[in-house]
């Protein structure tokens, strides 16, 4: 069993920036793809970013391309999202989340395991 528990969101101001991160605990993370999702008020929830932890490949959503960053550090077992040039469309909580598929995959239903999330409010 995977836990996952984010931290670092909080209300920043239209151009600012923000860093994610998420504590994981568990089974040997080498075969697992972690990612980072986010879900706006009344929307479905949005793929952000992903990476294999193995390898370090990533993937992101085209809306977030040149601002976010997402990185792991194996010796802590976390998992980070470093989120620049922030505008209110970024706005909502994010969920990180890990799958035992050992491929990139941008789909909620293909991830075992959420965190609680935590909650980003970007102001204009």
């Known amino acids: 069993q995977v836990q996952l528990v984010e931290s670092g969101g909080g209300l920043v101001q239209a151009g600012g920036s923000l860093r994610l991160s998420c504590a994981a605990s568990g089974p040997t993370f080498s075969s697992l793809t972690m990612a980072w999702f986010r879900q706006a008020p009344g929307k479905g929830r949005e793929f952000v970013a992903g990476?294999?932890?193995?390898?370090?490949?990533?993937e992101y959503a085209d809306s977030v391309k040149g601002r976010f960053t997402i990185s792991r550090d194996k010796s802590k077992n976390t998992l980070y999202l470093q989120m620049n040039s922030l505008n209110p469309e970024d706005t909502g909580v994010y969920y990180c989340a890990a799958t035992l598929r050992r491929v990139l995959t941008n789909l909620p239903s293909d991830y075992d395991y959420w965190g609680q999330g935590t909650q980003v409010t970007v102001s204009s």
């Open positions: 990476i294999t932890w193995s390898f370090g490949t990533t």
